[in-house]
């Protein structure tokens, strides 16, 4: 039996990041099953409801870590947006700490669909050159990632894929993720995930009026609303303000099991989304999407499926309820489904990769 290592921001409540755990641990069921992987997990706060059967290690305590990695065969992070000091350099670090202690006990490591960067402080970037160069797998989830580790001067064959959920839907039975039937005609269902960023006031009120602007726009129809906190800690208080304010329901995710969410964009015609994986679930049940790109990877993921981004910022209120309206006019078309299948199949190469680095190919 192989012992698989997965390290990530796991067991914070954010949902991107659960869903990729669940991801990844669906995809590799089948070997669980059979006997040829044990999985264990860093994360401090063991899941109640994960598919599949795993071992958990803390990561705050780095003698468990490195015990972790002696254990092991293959140390994997699958996917997320870890490698990047916006948050911390001590952050940034850390995830690189456990990569490189796997190289120096000769563990086979792999990166899948990372998002790298930014990374603005010379330590960072001095230590994210030498570590991250060959590892025995390397993938990031967009361009803009690719060619930053090209400037960092990483010397890798890092392949660009898609960000790893979009592998989830080949795992799930038929009828699990499907395409809801449209609202009735005289009705806009729209879907809200929202989240913290600059001056609390400014980005309610903004937001408020873009909303606002919609419901200007198509004057005729019921505009129903729903605000998900994908991140309850960090997005509950915008949310309810939110819901308040516009008179919307709002939902906060069962963080236990975050495939159970997928209901959840089943429902609307159009998503507006701050977060990342607002847009990936928007697209994967094949929903048109509206973002505002915190960071470049809302707008990455934006351009990938030709779909309307906004600065954070969000002066441009009416513009916004305009590409809301044009959106939920537009549909999820043929162009967009190309799209999600091109997608799906980048994902299904890291799927492919972590399995053969498993089974020793």
């Not at 960000?163 to 609202?183: C, H, Q, V, Y």
Request: charged letters at 25%.
């Amino acid at each position: 039996m192989k012992r698989l290592l997965l390290f990530g921001y796991f067991g914070m409540g954010n949902f991107g990041d659960d869903l990729l755990l669940w991801t990844i641990c669906l995809r590799l069921g089948r070997l669980v099953e059979k006997g040829d992987v044990e999985i264990t997990v860093l994360c401090d706060v063991p899941y109640e409801k994960l598919p599949i059967p795993v071992n958990y290690a803390s990561r705050k305590h780095l003698r468990e870590v490195a015990r972790e990695i002696r254990r092991s065969d293959v140390v994997c992070a699958p996917g997320g947006g870890l490698l990047q000091d916006k948050t911390s350099l001590p952050s940034l670090l850390y995830y690189l700490n456990i990569i490189r202690t796997a190289k120096s006990m000769r563990k086979k490591t792999a990166l899948l669909a990372q998002g790298i960067g930014p990374i603005s402080s010379y330590i960072g970037r001095f230590f994210a050159r030498r570590i991250l160069s060959g590892m025995d797998y390397f993938s990031v989830r967009d361009e803009g990632s690719a060619s930053l580790i090209e400037k960092l001067g990483v010397k890798s064959d890092a392949q660009v894929t898609s960000d790893l959920t979009f592998a989830l839907s080949k795992a799930l039975m038929p009828g699990e993720i499907r395409p809801a039937e449209n609202s009735s005609s005289n009705e806009i269902n729209i879907l809200v995930c929202p989240k913290r960023f600059g001056d609390f006031d400014h980005q309610v009120s903004r937001l408020c009026a873009a909303l606002y602007g919609v419901r200007r726009i198509y004057k005729e129809k019921i505009i129903n609303l729903k605000i998900a906190a994908l991140h309850a800690k960090q997005d509950l208080a915008i949310s309810s303000e939110l819901a308040e304010r516009l008179a919307g329901e709002i939902i906060e995710f069962d963080q236990s099991d975050p495939v159970a969410n997928y209901t959840h964009f089943m429902w609307p015609d159009v998503v507006l989304s701050y977060r990342l994986h607002g847009c990936v679930m928007a697209a994967q049940s094949r929903r048109p999407f509206v973002a505002i790109s915190y960071d470049p990877k809302v707008s990455s993921l934006a351009k990938y499926f030709n779909q309307r981004h906004f600065d954070p910022e969000i002066r441009e209120s009416a513009e916004i309820g305009d590409a809301v309206a044009e959106a939920y006019k537009k549909g999820f078309g043929r162009d967009d489904r190309d799209a999600l299948n091109r997608a799906q199949a980048a994902s299904e190469k890291d799927i492919d990769a972590l399995t053969r680095l498993i089974q020793g190919d």
